[in-house]
């Protein structure tokens, strides 16, 4: 009996995956230099840790209340289409806080960028999870979820 080679790069032999993870783990990245940058920015402007609690309070509160309907919605709609507006939609949130941190913009307005953020974060996060199994096959399907370890807090 021939032993298989165990080939630890498979999922990343396949353009469909290997687009997928490069994005994914841009937009993670993405997101935690957003959050340093909101935290410093907003405790700089007000000395107030309270404030700066609120930040990651206004992000996780969207994704506690939207987790099982945003895995209803990521079973019954088209995966793509969610996980592509929805990143459009943390894109926007982006630019949003970019002008707001620009133009000394209100708190609210801040937490208001923060809040959408979140509930596209809640609705990406299932969306992605399960068109994962769709970009690639069956037998490479632990290898790509071995690589694709989600380690964002949110």
Not at 2 to 31: C, E, V
Request: hydrophobic content about 50%.
């Amino acid at each position: 009996m021939s032993k298989q080679r165990h080939d630890p790069y498979a999922a990343w032999r396949y353009r469909n995956y290997t687009l997928f993870a490069i994005a994914r783990n841009l937009l993670m990245l993405g997101s935690q230099m957003q959050s340093v940058a909101i935290g410093w920015e907003l405790y700089e402007r007000t000395s107030s840790a309270l404030i700066l609690g609120g930040v990651g309070l206004v992000q996780v509160i969207p994704v506690i209340l939207l987790t099982l309907p945003a895995g209803h919605v990521a079973d019954q709609w088209n995966r793509q289409r969610i996980v592509f507006l929805t990143d459009l939609m943390l894109a926007l949130c982006s630019f949003g806080l970019a002008v707001l941190s620009y133009t000394h913009g209100s708190i609210f307005l801040v937490y208001t960028c923060l809040f959408l953020g979140g509930v596209a974060k809640a609705f990406n996060s299932p969306a992605s999870n399960a068109w994962l199994p769709q970009l690639i096959p069956l037998e490479v399907f632990s290898n790509a979820a071995t690589w694709n370890i989600d380690l964002s807090p949110i």
